[in-house]
């Protein structure tokens, strides 16, 4: 069901230097960017703040304690595999603050060289360094390379699980490459336990439609005769798919012993009552809007991929761009949608929507926003091939319901998968050349553009934080 009509088939094999130059490009401009933050010691704004009185305090009490630091309790509400590995490479090259800081840049510039590699391998590389300049420089993944915060490593193996998830080849070794990054994921990040369910719907639809092998099929190109396709079984699709449960049972079992050692998702720091607000409890209603929101406004810079779709839905399946921008707004007419630091809605999008008018503590353009992201969604999914296709809605349904556990829908949170997932996706579709040569243009100009206001707003942000006064920064362990 491409929105072109043209035969869905993988890219051509690129040249052998492509995802290198790719990657090296990507790596360069952070580090070019980076490094002379860490070097000249600028601590400023909210995330060294975090780095000092969270993550930095958690690194130093492991390196203290090592070998055997306490994991029962300490100042992250996260699990404690990002701190650990700083603690222990630590211990090997030195624990000044630039060292801290340097070592944990290793995290971003391994997570924009798996990504340039990933986007080289698909798209020519103009097009693959615009599709990553927007990560390089979101005011969520840029800081995190400077500072000590633990979000990148996550993204990192995020973007490991996700490439697994697409691959088609399934064998002793791809099981064993999806147990150890997933199992590798919780022990930063937890609540991206959600990543699971992407290498299960890989491991059930193997290497996608083919008449070739026992899976069953064929399909007859209509949505109906599509999900009967993915919905029915066979032995190959059972055996796959319980080989991959398995594989990312530890991950399981991970998360499971750190919640009955803390006695809840987060170590005990982070459920007691030194914070005023209740940070990291309960759910969230507003979170699927908001990210639709944040799908829907970033998409716009992908237009070069996604006009010729749009408008081909528009004469062909209109009412599938309509029922789903009714879904959207109606995702975010039904709970509160406005600015609310006390229910969990605040900084990025939740900013502006404070400026703006808002209706029965539902914002407008958070209504619009969720409306238009839920359209561009049902585009992005209905262009991208079949396989690729389920692994897109498989992934976003998990993490949706991820976030909409979480309490604070912060968008540093969000943000990150947005662009990953957009620009991942996006190469799958470089390959279909758009009939208009302004359409090829503006794939690189659309992602290019954005890059380069979110470099601005990092700058921005970076020059008029105030600098941080070390002395009233708690050392205690």
């Not at 699980?161 to 937890?190: E, P």
């Not at 990312?248 to 007691?272: E, M, S, Y």
Request: with cysteine; charged share 10%.
């Amino acid at each position: 069901m491409p929105a072109s009509g043209q035969p869905a088939g993988a890219s051509p094999a690129p040249h052998r230097c492509r995802p290198a130059l790719v990657a090296a490009v990507l790596v360069a401009l952070m580090v070019a960017t980076a490094w002379p933050v860490i070097f000249a010691q600028v601590q400023r704004g909210r995330m060294a703040l975090d780095q000092l009185n969270y993550h930095e305090r958690t690194v130093c009490a492991f390196i203290d304690a090592w070998p055997a630091p306490d994991l029962t309790d300490y100042w992250s509400a996260t699990t404690p595999g990002y701190h650990l590995a700083i603690a222990g490479a630590a211990k090997l090259v030195g624990d000044s603050r630039t060292m801290l800081q340097l070592i944990a840049s290793l995290f971003t510039v391994a997570l924009l060289g798996v990504l340039g590699w990933a986007l080289g391998s698909r798209a020519p590389p103009l097009t693959a360094i615009a599709l990553g300049l927007p990560l390089v420089f979101s005011l969520y993944i840029w800081p995190a390379g400077v500072w000590l915060l633990p979000d990148n490593a996550g993204w990192l193996l995020v973007l490991g699980v996700v490439l697994l998830a697409l691959r088609t080849k399934f064998g002793l070794g791809h099981l064993i490459a999806a147990g150890v990054v997933l199992a590798a994921l919780v022990l930063v990040r937890q609540i991206h336990l959600w990543a699971a369910a992407a290498l299960w719907i890989g491991a059930w639809l193997g290497a996608g439609h083919n008449p070739d092998t026992d899976d069953p099929g064929p399909i007859d190109g209509s949505f109906k005769g599509e999900l009967g396709w993915l919905l029915t079984p066979s032995r190959d699709r059972i055996v796959r798919t319980g080989l991959m449960v398995a594989a990312t049972l530890p991950a399981f079992l991970i998360v499971a012993h750190f919640a009955r050692t803390w006695g809840g998702l987060t170590p005990p720091l982070f459920q007691g009552e030194f914070q005023s607000e209740a940070v990291h409890t309960g759910g969230n209603p507003a979170a699927p809007a908001f990210i639709l929101a944040l799908i829907g406004f970033i998409s716009l810079f992908f237009a070069g991929y996604l006009a010729a779709p749009f408008l081909h839905m528009c004469k062909t399946r209109p009412w599938v761009i309509l029922v789903a921008a009714g879904v959207g707004a109606l995702l975010a007419l039904l709970p509160e949608t406005s600015y609310s630091q006390e229910a969990g809605r605040w900084t990025g999008l939740w900013n502006i929507a404070n400026k703006l008018p808002t209706i029965a503590d539902r914002s407008p353009l958070i209504i619009c926003g969720a409306a238009l992201g839920a359209a561009l969604f049902a585009v992005w999914a209905w262009s991208l091939d079949t396989r690729d296709r389920w692994v897109f809605i498989a992934a976003w349904a998990a993490f949706f319901a991820a976030q909409t556990a979480s309490f604070q829908i912060w968008q540093r949170y969000s943000e990150p998968m947005v662009l990953l997932m957009l620009a991942i996706f996006a190469t799958r579709l470089a390959d279909r050349q758009p009939e208009h040569p302004l359409a090829l243009r503006a794939r690189i100009i659309g992602p290019a553009m954005l890059g380069v206001l979110f470099a601005l707003l990092c700058a921005t942000q970076v020059s008029m934080s105030s600098a941080i006064d070390l002395s009233a920064v708690r050392a205690e362990p």
